[in-house]
């Protein structure tokens, strides 16, 4: 697109210039971008430049950014921007100043400004995480919908399950829930924030129970999912029932259950 607009060849138009390509003392390279926050998109380029003369044109930043950058860059003849960016009022100096140590000098100028978007990109916003001590980049503010760059940072896609409810009387306490995670069964309740992985035959007791709702038909479900000797199993799932009900994760377990 810049080059139709500019009527250059494509090869002149790029994010970096070839060595065959670069210019002479005389010649104007013109950096152009759609926005600058701190400079540090900018200043990667001019590390991996030689052109001696630079002019940077861009839709918007701040003018302290601006100014910033022709003191630091002698090569930089000019930096343009369309619209000015304004600061928020709590940007004070000195928070600017913490914020120039944590860089490492890698930014020009630290601010935080107003947001700005475009149909096309959403400026990376850097943020400092207290927790890990690092600069982060922010939040996307924009759905994927009105940002086209935005459409490849959306989060996966997540399975939901829903939560299914059996005819009774046993099931799940009130406050319980349960989901697949990593092909196990986590049961866990919200009240005590206490939780059990179930996997193999425990799990499939635990579903067989609230499927049912009944000890007896889910014995007869489990028994002949395993194959196994139904006496055995009426066993086997009456202490799980009960142990379950004493954790507070079901509810409704006959009293037979508990002996």
Known sequence: MLAQAFDLPHTAVGSSIPEPHAPDAQSLTVVVDDSALTGYRFGKFLAAVKAPRIAFAHLCSHPDLRAAIERAEPRVE???????????????????????????????WMGDTQPVSFAWKEPDT?????????????????????CFSNRRLGPPRVAVQVQPIGPG????????????????????DAASGRSIALDGS???????LLTTGDLRRATARVAEQFDASPTIVAGDLAGFAARLADDGYLVGVPAEAFR
């Open 78 to 108: 000019a930096c343009l921007a369309a619209r000015d960016l304004t600061a928020r009022p709590t940007d004070t100096e000195a928070r600017r100043i913490l914020w120039t140590e944590r860089t490492n000098a890698e930014r020009y």
């Open 126 to 146: 850097p943020i400092w995480n207290p927790v890990t001590e690092r600069i982060e980049p922010g939040w996307r503010l924009l759905p994927a919908g009105l």
């Open 169 to 188: 009387p046993v099931a799940a306490a009130p406050g319980v829930v349960f989901s697949e995670v990593h092909e196990h069964l986590i049961i866990a």
């Open 202 to 208: 425990a799990r499939a007791m635990w579903e067989a």
